[in-house]
DNA sequence: CCGCGAGTTTGAGCAAGAGCAACGTTCCGA
DNA sequence: TCGGAACGTTGCTCTTGCTCAAACTCGCGG
């Protein structure tokens, strides 16, 4: 059960829900409505938000924050599948008829993020216009993306499949410094080795070439890439 | 447009939709009206029933057969991301508002296939208890299990990968017969590598290592396993 | 029944990248 | 300000499994 404190006693701002895909098409009394049956609560960095194989009783809406999406094989291994920005929803098992979570949320950075209890799906999609079609297109692109993610592990060498991952990231959260693109969330050679199925060592040694040649520039945790370019070559194969 | 030969004439049986899990709440008149909608076709071994990037105008059944769903990269590798057994819907596209399909399906047997205008789907999910929920059940699965088809991927020696791959086909389309386990549709070591992402050379080298050891048995195009339970070992590491 | 083609087997060499080890660096909290 | 933990770097070794090459065999169509 969620503590007292977690909750967001203030009333929620609808200003938090209008825009995004799933509520577009909804006024604002069936945003309040659905605001008020939401739990807000915050994470610290690194925590979960579900486990993998727990009981998936609700469903989420990241409003602040990243999230990787993870997955553990029986022997400890672990790799990410992806990952979640602001605005998305997640943990959407009870839309797909699953009793437990397939994989586990872990927060990137410190997050924020909308509660609902699994059974107010059917309600939503059935109440709401435009929720089930939108929930469902997110679905679709991300059933999309994995499947890309699948065939890149299956068929390309590591140097693309890293550089496609910085991409990707970049893609997804890149904000524009002064120097280049920087990703929004901290990222170790370690998370990125669990992006594409290596190890931290060769990860790092990449990194240590790109960042000799201008292509990127790290701090510890913080990555940039200022030449997406070249990095767009290299995971084509033209490195 | 389908050719009149291919439009199923004599009308099609009721019998064929009962049970399946889509359709398992409907009554008999619902039935009728969503099997006068559909279109039949037959299609030989080896033929592609729709195509990555092609438009998703239509949304499928497998009444009979086997297929592979297939994804391609720019520099023409293919790997397979999963089979569809009968009585399975594929190519749901048009559910995840997706205007083209996202991997081609290919037929790995002589396959016959009942297909709906993607502008039914609307419908369907409308006016039939139960049909959305069971598709999206199905999606959930399939979802799981392409995840963790890249888990293996990401995680595991090709012995494991292969190992797990031939388990897949065996528990979704397993034949007793009376000397083991048969795979019920053709596979060629090609396949077998499209499957784990190696080549046909690793896998024919370790079929018949394994098949020394009276773990599986294989003439061309046919693989049969005699002894599961080493081969699950195998996929577990204990080799 | 023959011949061809698709699929398979096997060998040898080689390179990508994993594993191991040791050291360096940054950050944070006491 | 100091110490330690977490993260990163780099060199070396060793293995997995890919590449290339060549021969083999099954099964089907003519």
Redesign the pocket.
């Known amino acids: 059960m969620l503590k007292l404190a977690d909750r967001n006693l203030p009333k929620l701002d609808e200003s938090l829900l209008t825009g995004l895909p799933p509520f577009s098409r909804l006024e604002r009394p069936q945003i309040r409505e659905i605001l008020d049956q939401a739990s807000s609560r915050r994470y610290d960095e690194?925590t979960a938000v579900f486990r993998e194989g727990h009981d998936a009783d609700r469903f989420f809406l990241l409003l602040d924050g990243y999230l990787r999406v993870i997955r553990t094989t029986p022997d400890g291994d672990q790799i990410i599948v992806l990952h979640i920005s602001p605005g998305q929803l997640f943990g959407i098992a009870p839309a797909l008829q699953r009793d437990t979570y397939p994989a586990t949320a872990m927060t990137a950075a410190e997050s924020i993020a909308l509660s609902w209890p699994a059974r107010l799906w059917s309600d939503f999609t059935a109440s709401y216009d435009g929720f089930a079609t939108e929930s469902y297109k997110t679905l679709g692109q991300r059933l999309g993306q994995i499947q890309q993610t699948l065939t890149e592990m299956a068929t390309q060498?590591?140097?693309k499949?890293v550089a496609a991952a910085l991409l990707r990231m970049v893609n997804q959260s890149g904000r524009k410094t002064d120097t280049g693109i920087e990703i929004a969330f901290p990222?170790?050679?370690?998370?990125i080795?669990d992006m594409t199925?290596?190890?931290?060592?060769?990860?790092?040694?990449l990194?240590?070439s790109w960042?000799k040649q201008g292509i990127v520039e790290?701090?510890?945790?913080r990555i940039a890439v200022t030449d997406p370019h070249q990095l767009v070559l290299i995971s084509n194969g033209n490195g």
Do not use: W
């Open positions: 690194g060498a590591v140097e499949r990222v170790t050679r370690q998370n080795s199925g290596t190890t931290l060592h060769t990860v790092s040694r990194l240590s960042e790290s701090t510890r945790k």
